[in-house]
Structures are given as C-alpha cells and as structure tokens.
C-alpha cells in the first residue's frame, strides 16, 4: 500500500488522525520536500520533531529523488506498507498526481489521506472560494527568461470578475548552469519568491499590453506563512503591498475580482493603513 498522506499547512501537529494512524502502520515513511513546507521548515530541528510525534524514522524526498527514483519507492510499496508525507494536501502539486498514476499502472493499492491546503485556507481573509478563477503560478524571472503565460489566465480572471490566486515561485534544490555544464551537480541556495517580487514582476508584465488586466492600484490580498501560528494577511493595492514586509516564507497573493459586500466587509480587517 502506498499512502499519500497531507500535512496541513502549520506544523507537524496539523495531520489529521486518519493520516497519523496510517503513518504508524508503514514500514517507511518519505516526506516531500521541494513543492512547499511546514512552518517550521525542514532542517533537522524540524524533521525530528516530526519523527519524535509519527515515531517513525523520516526520509527527506527532494526533487531529484521523487522524479528520478519514483520507481524506488513504489517498489517498497509493492511489498510494503510506505508513507509519501505532503505538506498541505496530497493533490496541491501535479508530481504527486503522476505518482498516483504510475503506482496505479504497477498495480500498487494507493490511499489518500487529506488535509487543508493553500487553496482553501486562503477564505480566511473572507473572499469566497467559489468566486475564484484559475490559479496561476508566478515563476522567478532570470536575465535570459521572463515567461509570462500567466497573465493571460489573470486578463480572463479579471474579465469575468473572478478573484486569482497566485502561487509564488519555491527553488529548492536547483542545480547551478556551471555544475550541469561540468556534469557534476552543484546547488543553489534555496529560494522562496515573496510578495513583493511578485508584485514587481507582475507589473513588469502589465507594461507589454495595451489594455492591462491590473494595475499598481488593483486591490490585492497578501498572505504570509498560512495555518501558522503567526500567520500574516494584508489587504491594499498593488503599491501598498509591495512596502509591506511580510516576513518569512511562504508567500501567495490573491488578486482581487469584484467583490461581494460581505467580501468587503472581511476585507476591511485587514486593510492596509499606509
């Protein structure tokens, strides 16, 4: 049995009963670590004080190892019972949907254990969740590649008065150029976009249409580290945001549609005074 299990989106506290009492039933347990993380992140201070609540020994799964040694894992699972551990819920990343598939395809039983996730904690700010279009991901922009295929799903968010979440950029175990040249990899320092790259690189790309989907003075809604202890949400503009310091990662923003009244009514306790 191969059981994919959410974390939630706080601490190591945030799994679910269901999701613990799985956890001790398996023979090993890996924990994704590229595609988000807890609260208190994943050093080993971290990772222990899961292992002391699961009492199970924890494997960190980085990137390379989920997309190149899958076939690894879904071997022990073959024979055992293994723990793939995600933070918030097992379906907020596509890897772990193909994961699913081919454990399917190697005839493995797969259970899927839920949790909260960024895409409904976010109506903590009181924007209602069925007023929301496509989510879109905002990439790090570099010297030689500035993708914006985003902007075109915020133009038809915007158009039909739909709310956007944005998801910003995770770089976690990104080989450097020069090591992939010498065939020897070297990584970079882990990286989390914050709201205020985002907001940069967003109105970077406005500047290329003629009719903008937003502008500096759109409302937006900030989020900082949600379902932690000291979660942090901000409601302004565009330019209001991007003077506020939102602290530690992670950090997604919400551009705003129109707004229900009720909507407003949220929002206002968390309006930006600047």
């Known amino acids: 049995m191969l059981y994919i299990i959410g974390l939630g989106l706080g601490d190591e506290r945030d799994i679910t009963m269901r999701g613990l009492e799985a956890v001790k039933s398996c023979e090993k347990v890996y924990m994704e670590a590229y595609t988000s993380l807890l609260s208190f992140g994943l050093d080993s201070h971290g990772l222990s004080n899961l292992e002391k609540l699961y009492g199970k020994s924890i494997t960190l799964a980085d990137r390379e190892m989920v997309e190149e040694k899958a076939h690894h894992i879904l071997e022990e699972a073959r024979h055992s019972h293994v723990a793939f551990l995600v933070v918030g819920d097992p379906f907020g990343a596509t890897t772990h949907t193909d994961l699913v598939v081919r454990a399917k395809k190697m005839g493995i039983h797969v259970q899927i254990v839920h949790n909260a996730s960024v895409l409904n904690a976010i109506g903590f700010c009181g924007l209602q969740l069925y007023r929301y279009g496509q989510t879109v991901s905002i990439p790090f922009f570099t010297d030689s590649w500035r993708p914006d295929s985003f902007y075109e799903k915020i133009h038809s968010n915007r158009t039909m008065g739909l709310h956007t979440l944005c998801l910003l950029d995770i770089c976690v175990k990104e080989p450097t150029l020069e090591s992939l040249a010498r065939g020897r990899k070297t990584y970079e320092p882990p990286r989390y976009m914050t709201i205020n790259t985002a907001i940069e690189q967003l109105l970077e790309v406005v500047q290329e249409h003629q009719q903008p989907a937003y502008t500096e003075d759109t409302q937006c809604v900030g989020f900082a580290r949600l379902g932690s202890d000291d979660q942090t949400i901000v409601a302004g503009t565009m330019r209001q945001l991007q003077m506020v310091d939102f602290g530690a990662?992670?950090?997604?923003?919400?551009?705003?549609?129109?707004?229900?009244?009720?909507?407003?009514?949220?929002?206002?306790?968390?309006?930006?005074r600047t």
């Open 249 to 272: 990662p992670l950090h997604c923003l919400v551009i705003t549609g129109n707004t229900h009244p009720l909507e407003e009514e949220m929002l206002e306790f968390y309006r930006c």
